[in-house]
């Protein structure tokens, strides 16, 4: 009797130790969330990512079963927390707010992160830069701002989100505009930046309107232009670069991403989820208080817009010579 196996017989052997590990990721796939999702946001507590993410967060409770956590770890301009969900397991239970430095760090030479190391979900939000100073500061427009930045080259302190930011890039392309020089001064985060200039240890920032709104209103601060095309709601007295001559539009967006590799199942799940939640009347009034502005793209236009961004920020960083 010959003790030989068909080719048939092998197939059929081989496939039956591998059937419980196939069903078993296809349940965990269909069974996702079955545990808190943490959601990573790489600035410390109290700038507009933050605030971002913990209004989203909130948002996503009537939706899904389970909770996520926000896990705020700063450091390098970002590129600390993404690298830690770009080696996380992709499995849609660690993610990360990202922004739109993850398409400038790797021309800086900071970190090892590049645009297209983590895969987009959903985007849910644009800002525009600013430049903001004390209430009390001697400067009520943004030519003052410059002309004393130009008697006294590399004195005034900007305050920026960290090296590399594009808090940073703002300032450098407004010195590079205006002819002026700057002191950049780095913050892990633009939360930081604003409570040193609220402080007096810096001059200024160079930040979205919705991270010194609350300061703003309250009268501590003042905001002298916007980088933006038009003007900004809820700072509609506040002027454009435009207006005032300076060809400059630079901001930042916001939204979240997973590790690349994440299976098709749960990336569909989070896309419905973020859908969902970013619809919720709270979150929209978050953001409207908070003066962040909501914009909405899915995974696809998301990648499209972060590819596109890559290319010009390459362009311009290499125009204006940062390297870290």
Do not use: C
Request: hydrophobic share 45%; charged share 20%; net charge positive.
């Amino acid at each position: 009797m010959s003790t030989s196996l068909t080719r048939r017989q092998f197939a059929s052997l081989a496939a039956v130790p591998f059937a419980p590990l196939v069903a078993g990721t296809a349940h965990a796939q269909s069974d996702f969330p079955n545990k808190p999702i943490e959601l990573v946001v790489p600035f410390q507590p109290g700038g507009g990512t933050d605030a971002l993410a913990r209004s989203f967060a909130d948002a996503t409770r009537k939706h899904t079963t389970q909770s996520f956590i926000i896990v705020n770890k700063p450091g390098a301009s970002g590129s600390i927390g993404w690298q830690d969900v770009m080696h996380a397991k992709p499995d849609g239970y660690r993610l990360a707010v990202i922004t739109v430095e993850l398409a400038t760090l790797a021309h800086i030479g900071i970190g090892k992160i590049a645009a297209d190391d983590l895969q987009p979900i959903v985007q849910l939000n644009a800002d525009q830069a600013a430049i903001t100073v004390r209430a009390e500061a001697p400067w009520n427009t943004i030519e003052e701002f410059l002309a004393a930045a130009r008697k006294e080259p590399g004195k005034m302190g900007v305050g920026n989100a960290g090296p590399g930011s594009i808090w940073h890039l703002a300032a450098s392309a407004l010195e590079d505009k205006a002819g002026a020089k700057f002191n950049h001064v780095p913050f892990q985060g633009a939360g930081p930046g604003v409570l040193a200039l609220l402080g007096g240890h810096i001059d200024a920032v160079a930040v979205s309107p919705a991270e010194v709104t609350t300061h703003v209103q309250s009268g501590k601060l003042k905001t002298l232009a916007v980088m933006a095309e038009q003007r900004v709601k809820g700072f509609e007295k506040v002027p454009t670069l435009k207006e005032r001559g300076i060809d400059l539009v630079i901001g930042t967006w916001r939204g979240i991403a997973a590790p690349k590799g994440t299976p098709p199942q749960v990336v569909a799940y989070l896309k419905d989820l973020a859908l969902k939640a970013s619809s919720e009347p709270s979150f929209r009034e978050t953001l409207d208080k908070q003066n962040l502005g909501f914009v909405y793209a899915d995974d696809q236009a998301f990648k499209a817009k972060i590819t596109k961004n890559n290319e010009y920020f390459k362009s311009l960083i290499t125009k204006l010579g940062i390297k870290t």
